[in-house]
């Protein structure tokens, strides 16, 4: 009989470590490689809304994100079915007082402990010992068609932004200055421009500059890499071009 109990509870406990390393791993599954908006965080039971830009994106055991105001990175660790986040590090940039109010609630809070994490209609909710709360939204990426791709570097001046669009097979939008519009195929990660087509307007010596810095980007084929909402374009000769969808 000794025996018997003796045989059965190193099983029972190989049991229950695989059951808690299954919830480990389906905890991961469930947040990593997506980006969270943050909606609010309920402290002793009064909810915090978050300012506009608040987010979290869990991947390869580190969390990056933004608190409202500064951008923060950190350690990331799975343990039965809930995370843990540790050695973080953020900017130190000043704002206005309510997202610097919330900012330290949601530091706080993301850094109290254990984390359980519970995952329903692409919203996720972090749940700390003492019953406070992070709730947070899946917010999809942009695609490349149809976004309104704003340019942001080199010289973000005037209106210059790019529209791909799938069904004609172009490019159009504007340099800064002129409009254009150019033939655009997209393959394995490359788009291939074609001449361009402007309008002949005559703008302010920046706005030029800068008009002039992207039609390097056309008659050509470009590397472009997609990251949530943002668009790198990156010319043959190196040179990139920097995008972010608008909002």
């Known amino acids: 009989m000794t025996l018997a109990v003796l045989t059965v509870l190193p099983l029972a406990a190989a049991c229950g470590t695989e059951q808690a390393d299954g919830g480990s791993v389906a905890a991961e599954r469930?947040?990593?490689?997506?980006?969270?908006?943050?909606?609010?965080?309920?402290?002793?039971?009064?909810?915090?809304?978050?300012?506009?830009?608040?987010?979290?994106?869990?991947?390869?055991?580190?969390?990056?994100?933004?608190?409202?105001?500064?951008?923060?990175?950190?350690?990331?660790?799975?343990?039965?079915?809930?995370?843990?986040?540790?050695?973080?590090?953020t900017t130190e940039m000043a704002c206005g007082e309510r997202p610097m109010a919330f900012e330290r609630t949601l530091a706080r809070t993301l850094t109290a402990g254990a984390l359980k994490t519970d995952v329903t209609d692409h919203r996720l909710t972090l749940t700390t010992d003492d019953g406070d709360t992070v709730r947070l939204t899946e917010e999809p990426d942009a695609p490349l068609y149809g976004t309104k791709w704003d340019i942001t570097?080199?010289?973000?001046?005037?209106?210059?932004?790019?529209?791909?669009?799938?069904?004609?097979?172009?490019?159009?939008?504007?340099?800064?200055?002129?409009?254009?519009?150019?033939?655009?195929?997209?393959?394995?990660?490359?788009?291939?421009?074609?001449?361009?087509?402007?309008?002949?307007?005559?703008?302010?010596?920046?706005?030029?500059?800068?008009?002039?810095?992207?039609?390097?980007?056309?008659?050509?084929?470009?590397?472009?890499a997609l990251d949530h909402r943002a668009l790198t374009l990156t010319s043959e000769n190196g040179k990139t071009t920097n995008a972010v969808a608008a909002e």
């Open 30 to 89: 469930s947040v990593t490689g997506i980006h969270w908006s943050v909606d609010s965080v309920t402290v002793d039971g009064t909810t915090h809304r978050a300012p506009a830009g608040a987010n979290v994106t869990i991947e390869d055991g580190k969390a990056a994100g933004d608190y409202g105001c500064n951008h923060f990175n950190a350690k990331v660790a799975f343990e039965d079915g809930a995370l843990r986040l540790s050695d973080t590090t």
């Open 153 to 224: 570097s080199p010289s973000p001046t005037g209106d210059a932004h790019l529209v791909f669009d799938r069904r004609t097979g172009k490019v159009t939008g504007s340099l800064g200055c002129n409009k254009v519009t150019a033939t655009a195929t997209v393959r394995d990660g490359h788009i291939t421009l074609g001449a361009p087509a402007t309008t002949r307007m005559v703008c302010d010596t920046s706005l030029m500059k800068t008009e002039k810095t992207l039609l390097g980007l056309f008659d050509g084929t470009v590397k472009y």
